[in-house]
């Protein structure tokens, strides 16, 4: 079984630049989740989808970022502007359903360094 | 989201059985109790969870206390291969929240 993909693995830019990762989850995974994982610190999820709607987005900062997940199976997250606190790993993670009954398959992670 | 309090680092020596203790006081009544790991450079895994009994699978045991204000999870023989960081999560309306962790050394 195929699992998460993410590209980049790793990107640099300058702040005030555009950035945008990219997910697909295992096959046949509803819920889908982006996460912030800063240096040192555990992951803080950031948005979650179930299918093609959002469930749950209170941590996005969304003056800044976006994510979509069209047809319900890829996703996408975007930072416009980049800011240099912006730097981290991005985790993308799948899961057949809501997580208290299913764990969730993560991502290799997307290392983000804003200059 | 339950408070946990874990211990910053812990070791152990391969082949020898880990416990790795998690405080979770605050947890309600329907919280799972997950544990995730993640090794260097790469996204956290999946361990276990459970509820309210034991729970065994081939990576690990999870021991929750009767009151459930507490777990542990017990790495029956520690392998290099094991060292990482742990994370014990309750989880509340599925939401994982991370926290620090324990950071686990495994020496040869």
């Known amino acids: 079984e195929a699992g998460v993909a993410q590209s980049p693995r790793y990107k640099i830019i300058e702040k005030r630049q555009s950035v945008a990762f990219w997910c697909n989850p295992i096959?046949?995974?509803?819920?889908l989740y982006w996460y912030q994982q800063i240096l040192g610190q555990g992951p803080k999820l950031l948005i979650q989808?179930?299918?093609?709607?959002?469930?749950?987005d209170s941590q996005l900062p969304k003056d800044r970022f976006s994510a979509e997940r069209l047809k319900g199976v890829d996703s996408t997250l975007k930072i416009q502007p980049a800011k240099l606190e912006d730097s981290a790993v991005y985790l993308c993670?799948?899961?057949?359903?809501?997580?208290?009954?299913?764990?969730?398959?993560f991502g290799p992670g997307t290392r983000l360094t804003v200059t | 989201d339950a408070k946990t309090t874990q211990p910053n680092s812990m070791e152990s020596n391969e082949e020898e059985p880990v416990h790795l203790p998690c405080n979770h006081s605050?947890?309600?009544?329907?919280?799972?109790i997950h544990w995730y790991r993640q090794l260097p450079s790469q996204g956290p895994e999946y361990v276990i969870h459970g509820l309210t009994s034991n729970v065994n699978n081939r990576m690990a045991s999870l021991a929750i206390a009767e009151d459930r204000k507490s777990s542990t999870l017990i790495l029956h023989r520690a392998t290099l291969r094991d060292a990482a960081v742990y994370y014990c999560?309750?989880?509340?309306?599925?939401?994982?929240?991370f926290g620090q962790g324990t950071i686990l050394t495994v020496h040869p």
């Open positions: 096959s046949g995974h509803a819920t």
């Open positions: 989808f179930q299918n093609n709607g959002v469930v749950d």
């Open positions: 993670a799948s899961s057949l359903g809501p997580m208290d009954l299913y764990e969730q398959y």
């Open positions: 605050t947890i309600s009544g329907t919280d799972y």
């Open positions: 999560i309750p989880t509340s309306y599925g939401k994982l929240t």
